[in-house]
């Protein structure tokens, strides 16, 4: 018995600085590559950007000069603080990239991002997260479809508000074969980011503060 318990004690050891031995090896491997990750996903994040506003129509980096939304002071479908982007040329904006959540998407939630021109027309839509059906509603997706390139230039003049719906609506964006429910949820959620856009318009266009350092967290007078 004396041995067994010697040798249940030994082993327990050994396991403990395995253990321990394991948890400083993936504690060292993430120190030393957390910074690569973060460059990583920066460029990843910038890429998506750049896909809505080209860099040859600005002269900042959209990704250090953002505006914090809050959920709750905004109509954009949000559950929880997102950043939106503002493209300057000089000290102009020329267009903003807009996080928008269609909730009502046939699997959940379908995240977005919208840019907006100075002018109120669409640069881009691009789809960031969904969990829509593969075949079917997983065509919001640019990798799967070209539809979502058909916002580009829209505004809410053109269509005019009726026209912010799909075909089976009576709307002027075409609908996928055997689902209308994400379509639909999608061309709602951007004519609800053309709407913010057209609401802050003042204080997104307006000339940028000096050192461009982002603008306060949006809050209830927004």
């Avoid at 890429?47 to 809505?52: D, T």
């Avoid at 980011?193 to 967290?217: H, K």
């Amino acid at each position: 018995m004396q041995l067994l318990g010697q040798s249940i004690t030994r082993n327990s050891a050994l396991l403990a600085l395995f253990a321990l031995f394991t948890a400083l090896l993936i504690g060292g491997t993430w120190l030393a590559t957390r910074d690569t990750i973060a460059l990583e996903q920066r460029h990843a994040e910038e890429k998506a950007l750049l896909e809505i506003v080209p860099r040859e129509r600005h002269d900042n980096s959209m990704l250090d000069d953002t505006r914090m939304l809050q959920p709750e002071f905004t109509d954009l479908g949000l559950r929880e603080p997102r950043p939106l982007y503002i493209a300057r040329q000089g000290n102009k904006a020329v267009a903003v990239i807009v996080p928008v959540v269609a909730r009502d998407g046939y699997s959940g939630d379908i995240e977005l991002i919208v840019g907006v021109n100075a002018d109120g027309s669409i640069a881009g839509v691009r789809t960031v997260k969904h969990r829509e059906t593969p075949g079917l509603g997983d065509k919001v997706d640019l990798r799967k479809s070209q539809w979502i390139l058909d916002f580009t230039g829209a505004s809410l003049e053109n269509p005019k508000p009726a026209g912010w719906a799909v075909r089976k609506d009576g709307g002027s964006f075409d609908q996928f074969t055997g689902a209308t429910i994400t379509p639909r949820a999608v061309v709602a959620a951007v004519q609800r980011a053309l709407l913010y856009v057209q609401r802050e318009r003042t204080g997104l266009f307006g000339p940028a503060e000096s050192g461009r350092d982002s603008a306060p967290e949006e809050g209830p007078t927004a």
